[in-house]
């Protein structure tokens, strides 16, 4: 069915409907969409989400394939509670406290580009395309990320545990700043697991970066690019994938907090391992 205008009441679609969007679509005047099947926004589409209003999608049996452009805004939100599958290859923007919440499996694919300021959820997996970027601003809950692309973090801030899993050679990850909002919070980096068809790469290499000392919550690790690359190695027949997770920048924290700063206190840690097979 056709999806098109504006709606400024709530509205339900039933189960088994497939969702298409035509031209542009409004949500606004704090109304919510209840979709239960499933949703496309197809290329050269757009759709807005105004001002505390959402688009709910609750199906467990249909996708939800976004290929055009998603814009939500201020206190809006755009929530998949279940689908078999989301698929993004167009673009997506959310504003300051805006909502983003994928908890399904979601793909990143082509060149789709996703920018959340306000927060970001996903919950279900998340797996990022090689020329997929994801630029992530706000609050992050994530039980991991599968990247194979690019994830910038600018001002992002981590309350629980956040994992980035390095997929493929070339893959990326920027921060530029990063805040943890207590000692239970922390980033990962690894690349432990990382294939290549169906070979595992020889190295598991492990960055984590959490918040030391409680006295100084919601401070920043800042200015840190990690890089994956992987090189093959051929000794007569048989062929391994020798995979490295280099860390490069200058380093510094940002002190979020009234407390004076210890000199001899270790505000933010960060933990390497690597168990190099070759």
Excluded: C, H, W
Excluded at 95 to 111: C, I, M, Q, W, Y
Excluded at 193 to 219: C, P, R
Excluded at 241 to 264: F, H, K, P, R, W
């Amino acid at each position: 069915a056709e999806l098109t205008g504006v709606y400024g009441t709530n509205t339900t679609f039933p189960l088994n409907q497939n969702m298409v969007v035509s031209g542009t679509l409004t949500v606004t005047g704090q109304a919510t969409l209840t979709i239960q099947g499933g949703l496309e926004i197809p290329e050269g589409t757009t759709v807005y989400i105004e001002e505390g209003s959402s688009i709910i999608v609750n199906s467990g049996t249909a996708n939800v394939i976004i290929a055009g452009n998603l814009n939500v805004y201020e206190t809006g939100a755009f929530t998949v509670t279940l689908s078999k599958e989301v698929n993004i290859s167009g673009t997506i923007l959310s504003e300051e406290d805006a909502r983003l919440a994928f908890n399904a499996p979601t793909k990143l694919t082509g060149s789709a580009s996703v920018t959340s300021m306000g927060t970001f959820e996903a919950n279900n997996g998340l797996e990022i395309g090689s020329e997929a970027t994801l630029s992530l601003q706000g609050a992050v809950s994530t039980d991991g990320i599968k990247n194979s692309g690019t994830i910038t973090m600018d001002g992002a801030s981590i309350a629980g545990t956040a994992t980035i899993n390095m997929a493929a050679s070339g893959a990326v990850v920027n921060i530029y700043s990063v805040s943890f909002g207590s000692t239970n919070a922390s980033l990962e980096i690894t690349d432990a697991g990382l294939t290549v068809g169906q070979t595992v790469a020889v190295n598991d290499n492990s960055v984590i970066i959490s918040l030391n000392n409680s006295s100084y919550a919601n401070s920043a690790i800042e200015g840190l690019v990690f890089t994956e690359s992987v090189t093959a190695k051929t000794q007569g027949s048989v062929t391994d994938y020798v995979n490295t997770l280099q860390m490069s920048g200058n380093a510094s924290v940002n002190v979020n907090s009234n407390v004076q700063i210890d000199e001899n206190v270790d505000i933010i840690k960060i933990a390497i391992s690597s168990t190099a097979q070759a």
